[in-house]
């Protein structure tokens, strides 16, 4: 859903672009028409418009913060539950970045059936990091893979974290916490009802009904000042948050179409600090 959102925002949205997903579309595959199709006849509706925003907002945000990153050196790029993320699939080979997705084996095995259905090659720049996330620990699989644990990373988490209880995130920003020091995050967490404006919380009622029917139920809300608690906890600091309206650049904003801010969740950036030295026994 959230690649259909991504798609349908060049098709069904107007000017300005807040995010360019151009392989989004072929990444579905069959499913395209139908998804795509949702957006192109009830865009307006006030659901579909948010979702649209939401995955077009947090990916924009996302990726440039990565490419910040890159641009201070980091060459490495690791994608929490990247289902169908595309950035792999849409970088200029030249700019040094090795991917890893890291995800459930039959997940990646579906993605990469529907990139060979499309006829999108996949780069010589991306990993594929198959993780069973209740046996396995994340260290030991990007090593498994090829990870440089010497060197920073650049970490994206999106679209998960409100379907996991605080102790689950906590886990793995503990394991994120262990990469090397400068290493960076950015997540995207739900808001507690008190934060959400009226259009976000109608916005949750109606989907988080939807999922819980189909068994992934919400189990997780912060105020930014639980989530930077949590963050610190495991290792990081320089903690930024932002909501939809400033997350992006306030042009961007400027539209003619149904694309509106939203309070519904909030974007988190933090860094790996470096560990201060234990104390001799």
């Given amino acids: 859903m959230a690649a259909a959102a991504r798609a349908a925002h060049l098709i069904v949205d107007s000017p300005p672009v807040i995010f360019a997903d151009t392989v989004a579309y072929s990444l579905l595959g069959d499913q395209a028409k139908e998804l795509v199709g949702y957006h192109r006849t009830q865009g307006e509706h006030p659901i579909l418009a948010a979702v649209r925003a939401t995955a077009t907002v947090r990916s924009r945000y996302t990726e440039e913060r990565l490419a910040e990153a890159v641009r201070r050196g980091v060459t490495q790029y690791v994608i929490l539950g990247a289902g169908l993320d595309s950035y792999a699939y849409r970088a200029d080979p030249e700019d040094g970045v090795r991917v890893f997705e890291v995800d459930h084996?039959?997940?990646?095995?579906?993605?990469?059936?529907?990139?060979?259905?499309?006829?999108?090659?996949?780069?010589?720049?991306?990993?594929?990091?198959?993780?069973?996330?209740?046996?396995?620990?994340?260290?030991?699989?990007?090593?498994?893979?090829?990870?440089?644990?010497?060197?920073?990373?650049?970490?994206?988490?999106?679209?998960?974290?409100?379907?996991?209880?605080?102790?689950?995130?906590?886990?793995?920003?503990?394991?994120?916490?262990?990469?090397?020091?400068?290493?960076?995050?950015?997540?995207?967490?739900?808001?507690?009802?008190?934060?959400r404006d009226a259009a976000a919380q109608m916005y949750a009622d109606a989907v988080s009904s939807m999922s819980a029917e189909q068994g992934e139920p919400w189990l997780s809300a912060f105020r930014p000042e639980e989530m930077s608690a949590l963050l610190e906890k495991r290792g990081f600091g320089l903690i930024e948050h932002s909501l939809h309206r400033e997350a992006v650049d306030a042009a961007l904003w400027e539209r003619a179409d149904p694309l509106l801010p939203s309070n519904l969740s909030g974007l988190a950036h933090a860094t790996v600090l470096v560990r201060s030295p234990q104390p001799a026994r």
């Fill in 105 to 195: 084996p039959a997940t990646q095995r579906w993605k990469r059936h529907l990139l060979a259905e499309a006829g999108v090659a996949i780069p010589d720049t991306v990993t594929y990091a198959p993780i069973d996330f209740e046996t396995e620990s994340l260290s030991e699989v990007l090593l498994r893979e090829g990870f440089d644990a010497s060197r920073p990373a650049f970490v994206s988490w999106l679209g998960v974290t409100m379907y996991l209880t605080s102790e689950a995130i906590g886990d793995t920003l503990a394991a994120v916490g262990r990469l090397a020091p400068g290493s960076e995050i950015v997540l995207d967490y739900t808001l507690v009802p008190e934060l």
